[in-house]
């Protein structure tokens, strides 16, 4: 038990999938997992562990943002043997070729700062998904015939984001999207051993205006789910 996270020894799986949303974590560990059953509840942020396919597998709710989800993210690897994590959520697309319930694999995350900043000072760090769990994902995404692109997104610290000029830069420099967490969880998972990886929906889209109502995102994650749960066990 940690000062976040209820469960006891032994019931966090090495494999954690990390939504942003608790209920998001509920509805993937009850529609996806088979014997689940809730590990965690402190400040209502949700943890399942289950089964899927007879691997055990964690579904814990990050919260939003760099600072929630890197709570989260130390406390499962650090004092739960976590060794996989992946994130698993909505981003805003920023690319034109980008379309609305495509699935972003993010290769990399660029930020202004994270929570690690800290810790790296003046070094310009450069957080990146786990290659196998990256390549994995990517074969199962095209078994699936599901749109989607591998590359650079950026996580922001902000969600009202009042500068049009960065966006427009990133844009320029080729950025597919715009999210909330990746870069922390990939330098966590640099700093302590493990793998990580971002598998998400584009929800959506900075450029158009257009956006997923709430049963169209549901509908439209399943997808994310099984490519993030494929590429854990590949």
């Avoid at 739960?80 to 920023?94: F, K």
């Avoid at 694999?105 to 660029?110: D, F, I, K, P, R």
């Avoid at 984001?161 to 998972?189: C, F, I, K, S, W």
């Amino acid at each position: 038990m940690t000062v976040h996270i209820g469960a006891k020894p032994g019931d966090i799986a090495e494999t954690v999938l990390m939504p942003g949303d608790p209920l998001r974590a509920k509805w993937v560990a009850e529609t996806f997992l088979s014997d689940v059953r809730q590990v965690n509840d402190v400040r209502g942020m949700l943890g399942f562990t289950g089964t899927w396919h007879g691997h055990a597998v964690s579904v814990q709710g990050s919260g939003m943002g760099m600072p929630s989800l890197s709570i989260y993210a130390n406390e499962l690897i650090r004092e739960y043997g976590a060794t996989t994590l992946v994130r698993i959520g909505s981003c805003g697309g920023m690319q034109p070729h980008v379309a609305l319930r495509d699935v972003i694999l993010a290769m990399t995350a660029s930020s202004v700062t994270t929570p690690s900043s800290t810790i790296l000072r003046e070094l310009t760090y450069a957080p990146c998904a786990d290659f196998g769990l990256l390549r994995a994902a990517a074969a199962k995404a095209d078994a699936l015939d599901v749109p989607s692109h591998v590359g650079g997104i950026y996580s922001s610290d902000t969600f009202y984001d009042d500068r049009p000029d960065l966006n427009d830069q990133m844009v320029r420099h080729g950025v597919l999207a715009v999210e909330m967490e990746a870069a922390e969880l990939y330098t966590l998972a640099a700093r302590y051993g493990a793998r990580a990886l971002a598998v998400l929906t584009v929800s959506d889209h900075l450029q158009t205006g257009e956006s997923l109502s709430s049963a169209d995102r549901e509908s439209s994650f399943s997808d994310m789910i099984e490519i993030a749960l494929t590429a854990a066990f590949a």
